[in-house]
């Protein structure tokens, strides 16, 4: 039988990425720019001038399983054609579904929100950011109403490695930790809010996965409304309704409690029973082995 500590080592390996899921998501960037450069080439009117990775896909944290990968595709504002659509957004994501319609073997290309996505019939979606480089710092991404909002993703990427840089290897598994417990617990928490809440609550990080989530869940209703490092979303506890901000801290205190009981069943020597507890968080692939 494992100890408590090796479940957790299994278990952060369970919930990252296989090699082969790795090579989907460079795959997966790769063709998308190719599809874009096509659609889009230097002698047209749009051309795109680059496309990276993005989010959890870029900051090393996705998790399985494998839904979709975000990338950044940056256009020139060759002679200003930014103005064409500085006050419909909407159209300048339609006219890049339509593009890569035409340019690629895709059946289903989805343009909403602020993002174009490219469904796959099999393994991840992509979704596509697309932006313009903006005056002052970051990006003009479409806001989803037809206006625009900045944003940064790669400054976000630079905070996140200085905080790994600060508190050690620990930090990334943790964050796949704190997602999967968001995840099989309702996913109030976005993904990135996670990732921030995860990197801004510790001063100081051990090997200690179980001990670290237990502090996670103590400390995490305090940090909801984090802000977004990068300088441009503000609080990323915004959208939490009052109702979802009450369930959310009544399950977290109900975690909390649970990992303190689990800690004392694996302190005893009694990892049978600490593991269980840890399941009923972690969700059914933690495994009681």
């Known amino acids: 039988m494992t100890t408590t500590a090796q479940a957790f080592t299994n278990f952060v390996t369970t919930i990252s990425l296989t090699d082969t899921q790795k090579q989907e998501v460079r795959n997966k960037r790769a063709k998308t720019e190719e599809y874009l450069r096509g659609a889009f080439p230097e002698s047209g009117t749009m051309p795109i001038k680059r496309v990276i990775l993005i989010g959890s896909a870029d900051r090393g944290t996705l998790i399985r399983p494998l839904d979709d990968i975000d990338v950044m595709a940056e256009f020139k504002n060759k002679d200003n054609i930014f103005e064409q659509y500085r006050s419909n957004s909407g159209a300048f994501l339609q006219r890049i579904r339509t593009a890569l319609q035409a340019n690629t073997s895709i059946s289903s290309i989805g343009a909403r929100g602020q993002a174009v996505r490219l469904f796959y019939t099999s393994g991840a979606h992509v979704d596509i950011a697309p932006v313009f480089k903006w ?19 790669e400054k976000q990427a630079t905070w996140m490695a200085g905080r790994r840089d600060t508190l050690g290897t620990t930090l990334t598994p943790l964050v796949k930790l704190a997602k999967r417990w968001n995840r099989v617990h309702s996913g109030h928490i976005s993904s990135y809010q996670v990732e921030v809440m995860t990197a801004t609550m510790f001063g100081t990080l051990g090997s200690n996965y179980r001990n670290a989530m237990k502090c996670w869940f103590e400390w995490a209703p305090g940090y909801l409304d ?3 490092p990068a300088g441009h979303s503000g609080s990323l506890g915004s959208s939490l309704s009052w109702a979802t901000r009450t369930a959310l801290n009544s399950r977290l205190s109900e975690a909390k409690d649970q990992a303190v009981n689990a800690l004392a069943q694996e302190a005893a020597g009694n990892h049978a029973e600490a593991k269980r507890l840890w399941k009923i968080e972690m969700g059914s692939e933690f495994s009681t082995a």
């Open 226 to 228: 984090v802000q977004d």
């Open 135 to 153: 005056n002052g710092d970051g990006y003009a991404l479409p806001s989803g109403t037809g206006g625009w909002i900045t944003t940064d993703p």
